[in-house]
């Protein structure tokens, strides 16, 4: 994996600051890369472009057509089924509430007639309101891509980004696997799926396509960024907007609406369009990745299956920022109203962009999959198992019914598509997740809410990275390099004052803690949470392991502290239930038990915990079944052939009596492991402890979860709860969703208005809801068992 250094950058060359790092080998920063202009070696001393590298850059960067659809889609006699479709429903609901008021009580033949007439005028009346929605939907959603706009605006950032970003990093083999894949099947689209973080993203992800000769993207936005200038100049760089709600009565599809996005990009697809949209809908609010939304994969993936199209190359694509452009959104964590976007908000956010440093920016684009061949997989994991249907492309069909997943309720649906298309989505935002760089302010983050929330030496925490640094080596993407020290110092400077505060010692050292603030510490988190997904498990198994420990009082002088494995296992595998619309926790692919088992040996490996031959044999019999597992898993993930059973490598049977074992001199690392998902911990089992108000009463959702975050606020500030970062609206709005997959809670629609229910076994009585408490307190990290 490579490692970077951040250079820095003006409008002019600036000399490097004292503290600045610079990328590394096999890197590239765009801001420096200007391959069309004549540079390295010059063309000629009579080139212009030596001269004027940004403008040559921009302007002979390659050239593509980009042909407009509306036209096609407007044609379509889909379209034009549907538009009938919605006329029909207008006309059947005006029917309805005429027949509701009594009008249509004792007609003679001659008002039926007349009534018959009048419905036929209506219908003829609605037709045409349909037809002309159509084309006024179609106009505001339509992108107009083209290369003007694209030359321009590249000319732009080459100018204004190096104001406030030091760098732009790719890797120069990821581009160059990109260029081989669009080169190889010129007529296959490319679907880029990024990571959402910031605003930034709709154009940084087209900035680097167009000016390493690839044709750019149609880019799905969300209709919010229609403000004056800023909407149009995102249309012209390829942004297609779509309302943030499509449906805007709940419990009623747009049918219209529905069709003529669905059709729009299947013809996009057809007419050689790549696409780019954000599998997980919004920007994440809280630093980790957001569960995936399949309402677009499910269009593309129809399109295939249909034959549309032949196929289609998946791109995921991580982003990440050193300091976020976007500021933070703490206000919407701390259940705050969100401000709306609007031409001022956009002009102040980028004066205050242009006078500010927000360090590096890193794009990674994963290796591209073929959607044919993810059909292919799943098919043969199904084959297998027997446990998933078998999906056939299928020649497009009309039906009548509604479908209640697909985007497009009269065309192709993919009602049964919806577990390859949820497999699909989970997948690539895993894919992300692992592939995303860590950054420097990732790192000190983490470190600070883990291991040094009281706060350390620079020295203390330069040695923490080290650690970090070494566990992270090989797994993922780290990017920075240099000396530990140094980078703390410079992760501390971006993360600025109010996230971070610098003293002095009686001995003179630097200090360097969490400001303290509700505020300061849910900004934190949102950096930390980069790194968060790549010890989810370890930190579910720990936490696990801990609970079922026996308390040191239980234990005498000549017994070890240590449970079963297999309890462990089976109690976290109950664990990760709760965190299922926190974290994706392995790939569908993946069996997660297997996967709990790999992170089990990484922890003993790391001599968190140990087994029992620990004491009186060396390590190897260990290396070599968690080597086993590893190729088990290997075998697993790459669907190779093979007749053995994973568990077979194990040779161990499970058993009950104690077989791992506390290993009391890393205490203190195992309690940084158990903190990374604590602070979620906290806030579902105080949602659960909340779910008393609920007792024959019911609640709309938004006061039950003001009452929530009143309590959450109520226990940070009396520090019965140790994490201020637990004060998070998503967190509270996932525990919801566990509860109601367990069917401990009912939220039924009620005139728009959704409503908060206990359900009949819970409703009855008080005390079945203590066996939800305990359930949820399993996740909660257990400090006061005497080892701690």
Known sequence: MSEFVIRTRGWFEEPKRENALAHGIGTQNMLDMTPHAGRKPYNSIFDWGVYFPYIAQATRSKQFCYPQVSNLVQNDPLLQRAIKQAAEQMLKEKQTNSANSNEDLNRNSESKDSYLEDSMADYQQFLNKQERRAISILKDMRSTLNNFLLALTSWILYKLLPCFLSGVVTHTQQIEMLKAASEKAPGIPLIFLPLHRSHLDYIMVTFILYNNDIKSPLVAAGNNLQIPVFGEL????????????????????????????????????????????????????????????????????????????????????????????????????????????????????????????????????????????????????????????????????????????????????????????????????????????????????????????????????????????????????????????????????????????????????????????????????????????????????????????????????????????????????????????????????????????????????????????????????????????????YIENNDLDQDEDPNDFDNLEPTDEPDIFLVPETINQQKAVCEVLAPFAQTYYIVVNSLFILYKNSILESEFIKFVMKELHEKVNKQLCPYAESISTDSVRNCLKVLEKWFVIEITNQSGLRLLALRTPYEASRDSLKSIVQRMSNVVPLYDNGYF
């Open 234 to 633: 995102l249309r012209g760089l390829g942004a297609f907007f779509i309302k943030r709600k499509i449906d805007p009565v709940v419990g009623k599809k747009d049918i219209l609406y529905r069709a003529v996005l669905h059709l729009y990009l299947q013809h996009a697809l057809k007419m050689g369009h790549n696409v780019e949209f954000f599998i997980e809908g919004g920007r994440t609010r809280t630093g980790k990745p957001c569960l995936p939304k399949g309402g677009i994969l499910s269009v593309i993936v129809n399109a295939f299956m249909d034959g549309t199209i032949p196929d289609a190359l998946i791109v995921p694509v991580s982003v990440n920022y050193e300091k976020l452009v976007d500021g933070n959104f703490v206000r919407e964590q701390k259940g705050e109203k969100k401000v709306p976007e609007s031409f001022g908000k956009a002009i102040s956010g980028i004066w205050k962009a242009l006078n500010s440093k927000y360090g590096l920016m890193r794009i990674d684009f994963n290796e591209p999959y073929s959607i044919k061949e993810l059909v292919q997989s799943y098919n043969k994991i199904a084959k297998e198992d027997g446990s998933m249907r078998i999906y056939k492309p299928s020649a497009r069909t009309l039906q009548h019914n509604q479908s209640t997943s697909s985007l497009y309720g009269t065309d192709v649906v993919c009602e049964e598509h919806r577990n390859l298309i949820d497999s699909i989505s989970r997948q690539v935002v895993f894919d992300c997740a692992v592939a995303t760089s860590v950054m420097s302010t990732n790192a000190l983050a983490f470190l600070l809410l883990t291991r040094y929330r009281q706060g350390a030496t620079d020295i203390e925490i330069a040695k923490g990275l080290d650690e970090l640094r070494t566990t992270l080596k090989g797994r993922k993407d780290i990017g920075f390099s240099g000396e530990s020290s140094h980078i703390v110092n410079y992760a501390a400077d971006l993360l600025g004052e109010n996230l971070v505060v610098r003293s002095k010692d009686e001995n003179g050292c630097t200090i360097i803690r969490p400001k303290g603030t509700v505020e300061s510490w849910i900004e934190l988190a949102y950096y930390s949470n980069t790194i968060t997904p790549h010890f989810a498990l370890q930190s579910i198994v720990l936490t696990t392991f801990h609970k079922l420990l026996p308390t040191s009082d239980e234990v005498n002088e000549k017994q070890e502290p240590g449970v079963s494995r297999k309890k462990v296992i089976e109690m976290a595998l109950e664990n990760c239930e709760v965190y299922r619309y926190e974290y994706i926790l392995n790939k569908p692919t993946q069996v997660l038990a297997n996967m709990l088992e790999l992170a089990l040996d990484e922890l003993i490996m790391q001599g968190f915990i140990k087994t029992v031959q620990s004491d009186n044999q060396t390590d190897a019999p260990m290396e070599t079944m968690r080597m086993a597992r590893a190729i088990a898993s």
